[in-house]
């Protein structure tokens, strides 16, 4: 964390409310991504990353510095996701997935198809092992850092992401995927 | 598969992971020679590993700090609130046993709430809830929803790391009371039926707690908080097996 971040969690601490415009700013894309990933709709991650940021803001008296603020940010919107998918288990089909910013209009059919089945098999999979999965590939995080945002030894991590991979292996195994 | 073994399995994933060592790898090796399974096994899981780093990613960048920004100064007042959580933590830590009691006491005369509440019938209830919203509840509230047929009260009470529910309903017709929490952030410790029970159904895996309900009933949920990091806990009520009332309780 560098020294102006710190001081900016310090100052919305202290009671400056607006400076945590500058941490809002800052994380927004990165918080809404994770969660659109974790729950695949675009309606829902908006609204699930504003909760996460005004949750965020109403607890940020509890953050003490221990993790980056980056850690403990994602782990609230990790945690919005999966509490949102436990209750509602409906993704879009893959097809349906972002294409703003992506490179999918550059992908070919067989991309998009293989893409699906991929997407497919990632909703199907426990919340557990999408988590590593979205934090790990897409999210491109090292294993301390996933770690850090889900509370978990990097010794599970690595656990989680090989029974992840087996179990997509698994149901890909179940399409033409191979 | 004959020669998809869990060694194999192993040393394909560090395969993948890089971190194979030269023994290892010679082991590998061996193992993928003697098996076409095995071979189709680690063929497989490297194509998955190249899809996954090269499936596109969303970059969506939106932008919603005026949104944010507006909701937070609406609730600017809680600022104060997150702030005193330090001070009330220390308060804890150093009166934890007086709380403790006083908490025994604040959880009986919940208790006594609870049951007023289920035995009196012309009972005033608040305003109608929406079916299905997300609220806050400080503890030591008590949460009142009702229909025609059935009410719901709820009064939790959070003693540090414990959060105590004592949950009365009174209903009609019979009714599925569910409890749902991330059993990531929470561990159920206890259900404990005080007035009735039409019979409970725990899944702590899962995070769920399904309670039967007709007449008058109360009941006492312990959950010991797992994480520092606030997780919702849900309520849901089915009727004839369709969901007609849905919350999210923020505790704090």
């Known amino acids: 964390m560098n020294t102006e971040e710190y001081n900016i969690i310090r100052r919305v601490q202290q009671g400056h409310t607006k400076e945590y415009e500058w941490l809002v700013r800052k994380y927004q894309a990165a918080v809404y991504n994770v969660i659109l990933q974790m729950t695949r709709q675009h309606e829902t991650a908006e609204e ?19 993790s980056k603020f980056f850690s403990w940010i994602y782990r609230i919107a990790i945690n919005a996701a999966i509490s949102h998918n436990k209750k509602e288990r409906r993704y879009l089909n893959a097809e349906h997935f972002p294409e703003q910013g992506s490179r999918t209009g550059e ?11 991929i997407w497919s098999a990632i909703d199907r999979l426990k919340d557990k092992y999408r988590s590593v999965i979205v934090l790990c590939y897409f999210e491109q995080l090292t294993y301390a850092e996933i770690a850090e945002i889900l509370d978990v030894s990097e010794q599970k991590v690595k656990s989680r992401l090989y029974d992840a991979r087996r179990l997509l292996r698994s149901e890909l195994e179940k399409t033409n995927y191979f | ?57 969303p970059l969506v960048k939106p932008d919603m700090s005026r949104a944010v920004m507006d909701r937070v100064q609406k609730t600017g007042a809680q600022q104060g609130g997150a702030r005193n959580i330090s001070l009330y ?37 608040p305003g109608r809830e929406e079916a299905v919203a997300t609220m806050a509840a400080r503890s030591g509230q008590t949460l009142s929803f009702a229909s025609d047929t059935w009410q719901l009260h709820v009064s939790p009470v959070v003693v540090d790391q414990m959060i105590i529910l004592i949950l009365s309903v009174k209903a009609d017709d019979p009714l599925e ?58 309520f849901e009520i089915n009727k004839d097996g369709k969901l007609v009332y849905q919350r999210d309780i923020f505790l704090q």
């Open chain 2, 1 to 57: 598969m004959p020669g998809i073994t869990k060694i194999l399995e192993r040393l394909v994933d560090k395969r993948l992971e890089d971190t194979l060592s030269d023994d290892e790898a010679r082991h590998l090796d061996r193992l993928l020679a003697a098996s076409a399974d095995a071979r189709k096994y680690a063929s497989d899981m490297e194509k998955l590993d190249r899809s996954l780093k090269a499936m596109p990613k």
């Open chain 1, 48 to 66: 699930l990353a504003q909760d996460v940021f005004v949750r965020a803001f109403e607890k940020i008296g509890t953050f003490h510095f221990k």
């Open chain 1, 107 to 117: 992908e070919s059919l067989d991309e998009k198809e293989r893409n699906m089945l």
């Open chain 2, 177 to 234: 009371v569910i409890i749902g929490y991330d059993p990531q952030a929470y561990r159920m410790t206890r259900i404990k039926p005080l007035i009735g029970d039409a019979g409970t159904d725990a899944a702590p895996e899962r995070g769920m707690i399904r309670f039967g309900s007709a007449g008058d009933m109360v009941y006492q949920v312990l959950l010991n908080q797992l994480t520092g990091v606030t997780s919702p806990i849900l």
């Open chain 2, 89 to 125: 933590r220390r308060f804890l830590s150093e009166r934890r046993q007086l709380l403790k009691y006083a908490a025994v006491l604040l959880v009986g005369f919940m208790i006594g709430s609870a049951v007023i509440m289920v035995m009196s019938p012309d009972r005033i209830i």
